[in-house]
């Protein structure tokens, strides 16, 4: 079975530096898609950026990007000119591709806070 | 943004009562899931649906129940409610494209006494 571990309970930053969350898993697929999901304090859960395992370019999103090593199973999410906005709770997701059924597979989260 | 609502936003209710957690979304989307989440904690799927009259249990077990009559609503029910309920619960829907996220609602904050 797929898992994925976020191995940073707690991170902090501050305004306008730059962060790296972490997330790993583990899989024998190859074919398969990951996410970073943003959830602010209760607030809705939205989308930062997606990652496709069949391409080799680092997906980037505005001030977020990936740096994705698919041959050691490490897919961090680097976030540039931290704002005070961008505290909040960040899950690493992970879901089966080709004819799999994709339900997603979450870490247990980083904490992100901005310092001002 | 995702059209995709969930009702209500609280709820505090006593144990022993019958509760459903409406979910609604517009967008047409045939795939829909039900997470349980604790404060602080990760997403566990306890319910999902491909389509109307589809429904599968999830990774973590649930009391819970669904169901799936039309496409645009997936309601999950609680016949009798503990303390052992209270929690976050998360509604999520998605198109069937491979490479398509799942969009989430609000989530509902459930508090059994």
């Known amino acids: 079975a797929q898992t994925v571990t976020q191995s940073q309970p707690e991170m902090s930053v501050q305004e306008a530096e730059t962060v790296t969350l972490s997330c790993t898993y583990d899989t024998s697929e190859s074919d398969y898609y990951l996410f970073w999901y943003k959830q602010p304090p209760s607030r809705q859960m939205i989308l930062v950026i997606r990652q496709e395992a069949y391409k080799q370019q680092n997906a980037t999103e505005n001030r977020f990007s990936v740096n994705f090593q698919k041959a050691a199973k490490s897919f961090s999410l680097k976030i540039s000119d931290s704002q005070l906005g961008d505290a909040a709770m960040y899950f690493c997701a992970y879901r089966s591709g080709g004819g799999s059924q994709g339900n997603l597979i979450f870490g247990k989260g980083t904490k992100l806070s901005v310092k001002p | 943004e995702a059209d995709i609502y969930q009702t209500p936003r609280y709820l505090v209710i006593g144990t022993g009562k019958k509760i459903t957690l409406e979910c609604s979304q517009t967008?047409?989307?045939?795939?829909m899931y039900w997470y349980q989440q604790d404060p602080g904690m990760e997403l566990h799927l306890i319910h999902y649906s491909y389509g109307v009259n589809s429904t599968e249990k999830g990774d973590l077990s649930s009391e819970s129940t669904v169901s799936r009559i039309r496409t645009e609503h997936f309601p999950l029910t609680l016949e009798s409610a503990r303390p052992s309920h209270t929690s976050q619960y998360l509604c999520?829907?998605?198109?069937?494209?491979?490479?398509?996220?799942?969009?989430f609602g609000d989530g509902t904050r459930l508090s059994i006494l």
């Open positions: 999520a829907s998605r198109s069937g494209g491979s490479n398509q996220p799942q969009h």
């Open positions: 967008m047409g989307h045939d795939k």
